[in-house]
Nanobody
Framework: VQLQASGGGLVQAGGSLRLSCAASGNIYRIANMGWRRQAPGKQRELVAVITSAGTTNYADSVKGRFTISRDNAKNTVYLQSNSLKPEDTAVYYC?????????????WGQGTLVTVSS
């Protein structure tokens, strides 16, 4: 199983970005999918998570600005990030709990850099 993240880049404060993360491989089903981020010198933190039923949860710092969604047919999770702030600058990682015919595991993407300039 592989997770491929994309959509990061450089954006001015107040701008928007849409991150995508597609899972591929011998997948039976995917449970929770989510995004975490790690800023320089800081620990990795939860940004948002979405269950297979569509229930969402967000970090307080992004509530009202970010929206997580998923396309189960495409095994893809998205993060629409609006009203970006310089403090949102970080490497964003997607992860998913994936069930295969051989078992389950928590898989991570390679990370995509989001840089917000002031």
């Amino acid at each position: 199983v592989q997770l491929q993240a994309s959509g990061g880049g450089l954006v001015q404060a107040g701008g928007s970005l849409r991150l995508s993360c597609a899972a591929s491989g011998n997948i039976y089903r995917i449970a929770n999918m989510g995004w975490r981020r790690q800023a320089p010198g800081k620990q990795r933190e939860l940004v948002a998570v979405i269950t297979s039923a569509g229930t969402t949860n967000y970090a307080d710092s992004v509530k009202g600005r970010f929206t997580i969604s998923r396309d189960n047919a495409k095994n893809t999770v998205y993060l629409q990030s609006n009203s970006l702030k310089p403090e949102d600058t970080a490497v964003y990682y997607c992860n998913a709990v994936v069930y295969t015919p051989y078992g389950s595991g928590d898989y991570w993407g390679q990370g995509t850099l989001v840089t917000v300039s002031s």
